[in-house]
């Protein structure tokens, strides 16, 4: 791999990444599950927390049955860190957090944590990669392993989960480029993408442009939210010769650009 | 005509079937864990299966607004070979998840020894989980083994009506129905049972406690045949809601008593994949 911009990608483990992007936090976790449980799950979430700090390897054995105990559906709340969470999400979080806190050893924690992952059905992974940030402190880059797998899969739920301000702080500059594409491939939104525009760099820029190249090229369409990066580099979407398919020979590849660079007039419109 | 196909192989089917299957009324599944036609050399084998079941399947199955569960279990195959007999320790872990409707499929393939010891450990499983179970019959000398198969499970305790057992055909069917389990038949394009002689069973028989599927997995199968069965139905006479009865009210009674069976169970689509459902998978495949 020789990308010009890996500069700032450094292999050592206790690297972390600037990001302001939000996380989310214990007690807004807590808040958003208190206002929807009901008595008897909230009694059910209480003496599983109970059993988990007395004896953190217990989650393992708690952690399957929280959909059934505490409830599926979305987690209703203002917070925007807590978008897209379910009910379930919150309340595996909080079971982990619980396990950070018991005192085990940060590596410890991490195996306990990929555990729970490697075992978990596709709801448990989720919680488990939506709640690293919570855990951060503790691991620190430990859990690493468990984002990058979760990037290998194709499931949008696992993708999704993986790319929030855990990966935004711990994916080295190659890994976090290619987060942001695979989210493009296989339609997780940017929007939700944690740390993009702090992260943002030319050269994503670049591998972004050329995929919209090559979408154009085939008459298809582009995704619009890869104008967020697009936008502010505008030297990748000349570079990679956008403009130029405006006057294509082709007239599929004409209109998907034509289509493509609205997306760009757009997404500028609506910031200016 | 809304169908829900109690036993379908979906790891072994591609998505134009997921489409076909849709457009027919299928908008609910069950998967069981089942032999893949090439023997598993190791339990990893299983641990990677088990875990496609309960994850990347039911994303699959979303994709087209099926809704997909699984059983979990050590089929009776794959229980004589004792590579894979460990697999056995790790089920209690698999039984635990919330997609799992019941411990499937067991039952006897060439009745061996070894074959009871896993039949018999899996029917204490079920109790201890709290789950019910689907059983399938030998393909050779069924009546014999499916005879046996009602011993062993009135033997282990196990309630008959929380108990399919499959593959049922006209000299096996009044026995399962004695008994008071549940009776399933797989109509298959030209061997087990088609669709015409299922129509018989039930005018027969009775609607009560009988499940239809296609158990279409990576043999010659139709995964539209419960569909077909339905229509069968209707020009033999029977009712809309008769049809109903049996391609969708009696699957979802019998899975029921899981306690997990979440129909419309909105959580699959939370998260960042919803407002791109349906294009996922086409994309994703093509990525690859
Ligand atoms: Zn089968």
Redesign the interface.
Known sequence: MSSPASDSASTSPSTTYPSTTTAPTEAGVAGALEAVLSDQQAGWLADARARVSAAPTQVG?VF??V??SCG???LPSPDATLS?W?V?DAARALLLVDVARAGLPPDDLAREVQDLYR?G???E??AVLRALPLLDAVLGDRALPVVTDALR?????????AVGPYAASHLDADAFRQAVLKCV?????LA?FSGLSERADAELARMLADFAHERIAAGREVPADIWLVLDRFPEAVETAGLREELSSPVPERRAAAQRALAGHDAAVAQEG | MRIFDPHIHMTSRTTDDYEAMYAAGVRALVEPAFWLGQPRSNVGSFVDYFDSLLGWEPFRAAQFGIEHFCTIGLNPKEANDPRCVEVLDLLPRFLAKDRVVAVGELGYDSMTKEEDEAFSRQLELALEHDLPVLVHTPHRDKAAGTRRTLDVIKEAGVPAERVIIDHLNEMTVAMVRDAGCWAAFSVYPDTKMDEHRMVRILQEHGLERMLVNSAADWGRSDPLKTLKTGRAMLEAGFSDDDVDRVLWLNPVEFYAQSGRLTLEDESIETGASATFQGSSVLRGARDN
């Open positions: 054995a399957p049955a959909r059934r599926a559906g979305l897209g379910t379930d075992y059905d596709a709801a992974r989720r899969t194709n499931d949008t739920r696992i993708v999704g989960a491939f296989v339609g997780v939104p939700s």
